[in-house]
């Protein structure tokens, strides 16, 4: 699986949008982004996941360059309770790579009020 | 959605002991699980692969005899930690696919082992 490169810490002001970096310049053809959070004391949380369209979904949009050698998550509206730690991982997806993760060190965002 | 409970979400025991951590999916049937360990401050390794009706599949440094891992059933992983020490006190997660074809994983809440 692709290396990814995300800042170790963000702030974020509540009610602003929060704007979450990664960079994954080795990334193949077939490797999704996929990006998780784990509040504190928590079990990691799907938020969203891209090949090379941008998405969108109730918790986030996903920004992926045209070349996909970077992405951006996108929490529109932060609040307190995204204060978490937010991993960008880049795998073969489809289920051909036995679905397993591999996590880097993320961003801890804090959104502050 | 998809649920993955863990039990316990908390434990206290004596060195030497033995631990027996539980991993459920609620709601769909899991043939694969994979357990994490994380260190305080630090990301989430991948320890091993359950595999259900097979033999786990374990991560390069880990032992297989001191974490012994059963799936005995397509919904329940256990992960025994065996003759519990301190250095093994850590944030245990387990996680499980919605199916093989998912691309997402559901993660349980995590079970705190704390060995004194």
């Known amino acids: 699986d692709a290396k990814t490169t995300q800042p170790p810490s963000m702030d974020c002001a509540e009610g602003r949008a929060a704007n979450l970096p990664c960079n994954h310049s080795t990334i193949s053809g077939n490797e999704y982004v996929y990006w998780y959070r784990q509040i504190h004391s928590q079990g990691p949380q799907y938020i969203i996941h891209g090949l090379k369209n941008n998405e969108t979904n109730e918790m986030a949009s996903l920004i992926i360059t045209e070349d996909r050698k970077s992405s951006t998550l996108i929490l529109p509206h932060a609040t307190l309770r995204d204060t978490a730690v937010y991993y960008c991982i880049v795998r073969v997806g489809g289920g051909n790579a036995g679905n397993m993760l591999t996590f880097g060190g993320g961003t801890r965002l804090m959104v502050k009020p | 959605g998809a649920v993955v409970s863990q039990h316990p979400s908390r434990v206290i025991c004596k060195s030497g002991t033995s631990v027996k951590i539980e991993c459920r999916s609620l709601d769909f049937q899991a043939t694969t699980m994979f357990w994490y360990r994380q260190f305080p401050k630090q990301s989430l390794m991948l320890m091993a692969t359950?595999?259900?009706?097979?033999?786990?599949?374990?991560e390069q440094g880990v032992e297989k005899d001191k974490f012994l891992i059963n799936h005995a059933s397509l919904t329940l992983s256990t992960l025994t930690v065996t003759s519990a020490h301190p250095e093994d006190s850590s944030f245990y997660i387990c996680?499980?696919?919605?199916?093989?074809?998912?691309?997402?994983?559901?993660f349980g809440p995590g079970t705190r082992l704390t060995v004194l």
């Open positions: 359950s595999n259900e009706g097979s033999k786990a599949t374990y």
């Open positions: 996680s499980a696919p919605r199916d093989r074809a998912s691309d997402t994983q559901y």
